[in-house]
């Protein structure tokens, strides 16, 4: 009896575990495209709870994962683009809420090896106008001076 109890804990503890150990790091790959064509050299900044990444598209980069969504923001010449990513729960977090309880479970939010953002990513750019919008920096000051009598 006491050798299928230490069996059952064994097994109970080692399937705990599987997302504990898992990565905590993810490759994500970065595409910028804009009216259905990749635009190269597209500069972007990747952002969650745990910290900031810069990739130039096409390339992927790796993160640290976490429970929160993460920011990207892209931006070449009059290109701009950004999007959110979901953190959402993997299978291995779920394994360890039913087999290994809720300190597997807080472990893997902490560390947020039982959570994954999207492996690849496509941000659609839209063209900015630079010049009106340079133009608009410059008049704002002038805007807010006030009037000379």
Known sequence: MKKILALVAVAVLGTGCASISGEKMQPIRVLAT???TEIVGVGCTL???TGSWFVTTPASVTVHK?????AVDCKKDDFV???TLV???NGAVWGNILI???IGYIVDRNTGA???YPAAITIQ???INLANSQASAAAAPAADAPASK
């Open 66 to 70: 976490s429970t929160g969504d993460m």
């Open 100 to 102: 290994g309880g809720g």
């Open 34 to 36: 804009h009216e259905n």
């Open 47 to 49: 952002s969650n709870d």
């Open 125 to 127: 750019l839209r063209k």
């Open 87 to 89: 953190s959402k729960s």
């Open 81 to 83: 683009g950004n999007q």
């Open 114 to 116: 039982g959570f994954d």
